[in-house]
Every structure is written in C-alpha cells, then in structure tokens.
C-alpha cells in the first residue's frame, strides 16, 4: 500500500534567507528532514512550482507544494518476535534488544529482525519508514533503543539525534587497562583497506565523518577495564572503532582489537570467560531524550545482561 501525500505551506516572510530543507523541515513536520531532503531532490517538492536544490535559499512568500508518495514496509515481513520492552505510550515504544537480534532488515538478515517483531506487535508500523526505527545497535550490541510509534514522534526523535539531545550512555570491557577518563574527537568512515569496516580516517580525503566519544573508568581490572561512555555523535561502530583506536579493543569483538593481551598472564577462569564470550562486551545502559508530545524529559536504564554481568564477576574475581 503506497500513502498519498498532498500538501502545501506558504514560506513566511521572516525565513528569508533561510535554506529550503531547513524551512521545509519546519512547515511540513510530520516528516524527517532526510525525506523532505529525497522529495526535494526528485522533484516531489517544489518552490513556486519549480524544482530547487536542498540547500536553496528562499526569499520568503513562496509556495511549497509536496506532491509525494510515502512507501509502505509491505516487503518485510511481521514475525511474531519476543520484544522487551521497557517503556510504551501511544508515541513511543523504549525496548531492551538482546544480544544476537538484527534491529533492520538486510542482506542476510531479512527475518528475525525488530523491524520484524514491530510489524507483528503494531501492525500500523508499516505506515512509518522503517517501522519508527530512528536509530540502531549493531546486532550483538545489547541495550536500549527508542522506536516512534507516528511519523510526527519518529520526525522529532530524528530531529533530536540530530541537535545531539538524545543522551546515550554504554558499559564496555576492554582489554588493556585504562589509566583515566577523556574524549575521542576522530572522524570516521570506510576503512580504506577492509571496506567492510569502519575506521578513523581523515575527514577530508577519506570522507570522514564527526565522531565524538566520551569515556571514563567505571572499574579497573588486571588487564582489563570496565569502561562507562557516552556518545555525542552516532557513527556506525563507532565505541568499537574509538576504542580499537585506542588500542582499547573490546573483549570478544573479532572485527576491531586493540593491541592484543597476552593470554599466558591471564588466570585460567578468566581466559576460558573471555575466550568463551562470543560478542563483543558493549551494552547500551541508559537513555535520555525529550518527549516528542509531551516535552518531558524522559530517561530509563537497564541493568546489565547475564553474559556482561558474569563477564565482570569473573574479572572481579581474579582481580589480583
């Protein structure tokens, strides 16, 4: 099923001077500034009936026409999946995703997803790109994710990524040990060699992209560290790459390591416990962002899971 859009605003005077997708984004809410951006683009909105770049200045008084179509999920499919959740209004659904979970179909992945399990639980999911998802965790990244049960929740939750005013705040164990807390300001993009990762790159010839991460200790272990973050910005992998930047790789991440660990120094539970962990130890702990109706400032956290908590006993244990 393919939704009709047919809308139309007149640019107020005092947008003069202002980009077109900004203004856009402001008189046509109930979409993400990133559709209005695509509809722009292919000639769905148009100025005064002519079609105009994204970064277009108005003069003001203009009219913008949006004559669009907004797709369905109708090629995924809704899959009766176990979803935790932790919180849920009518605009709003926070879930707990367990380790091992695809959050968004793809190649490989077209089934078992949250994507999926959203389809079967809120059957008007598929009326809301990408069924309200506004952000993502890798799949055996475990924690809290906020999902938009309307168009007008998923365009203000997409807004706040945006401005940076969603508060998100991981658990960590990396190997190495980790003297005091800091930041890493590093651009990130496509890893020139293996173009299937992601690495820290120069933000101007490799297409780099911002990345900030804030991290402190939470625990320091012999030859490990239990590390509390914080991200200012969302890059893909982007804990993982920072970390493994660092020479922080995280216990049980195949993809980014650090500068290794000598296993012959390491107790004979300990090893079998990291060895045996089977994902890398991130966990996405707590979350804070502002209603998108009622304005409120909304924040939940979740204890760790099973795997993470027996990972950090172990290390509590043999701490000496």
Known sequence: MIQEISEQARVPVN???????????????????????????????????LTKKPNAKLTGGELLALQAELQDVNDWQAEDIAIDVVYEDEH?????????????????????????????????????????????????????MVVAKTLQAQNHLVQQLQERTVSRR?????????????????????????????????????????????????????????????????????????????????????AYRGRGLKTSELHADVLTCVQGFNRQALHAQALGLIHPVTRELCQWEVPLPDDFAHLVTVLKNHDS
Do not use: C
């Not at 402001?26 to 209005?36: A, E, I, K, M, V």
């Not at 979970?101 to 490989?108: D, T």
């Open 92 to 144: 709003i659904l926070v879930v707990n995703k367990p380790a091992g979970m695809v959050v968004h179909p793809a190649a490989g992945n077209y089934t078992g997803t949250l994507l999926n399990g959203l389809l079967h639980r809120y059957p008007d999911a598929k009326h809301i790109p990408r069924a309200g998802i506004v952000h993502r965790l890798d799949k055996d990244t475990t924690g809290l």
């Open 170 to 254: 991981y658990a960590a164990v990396v190997t190495g040990t980790l003297l005091a807390g800091g930041t890493v300001d590093a651009p990130i993009g496509r890893d020139p060699k293996h173009r299937t990762k992601m690495a820290v790159v120069d933000s101007e010839s490799d297409h780099g992209k911002e990345a900030i991460t804030h991290y402190e200790v939470a625990k320091r272990f012999k030859h490990f560290t239990w590390v509390a973050l914080k991200l200012e910005t969302g890059r893909t992998h982007q804990i993982r790459v920072h970390m493994a930047h660092m020479g922080l790789g995280l216990v049980g991440d195949p």
């Open 15 to 49: 947008a003069k001077g202002q980009r077109l997708d900004a203004v856009a984004a402001n008189l046509f809410p109930d979409y993400s500034r990133g559709q209005l951006q695509g509809w722009i683009k292919s000639g769905e909105l148009t100025v005064n009936s």
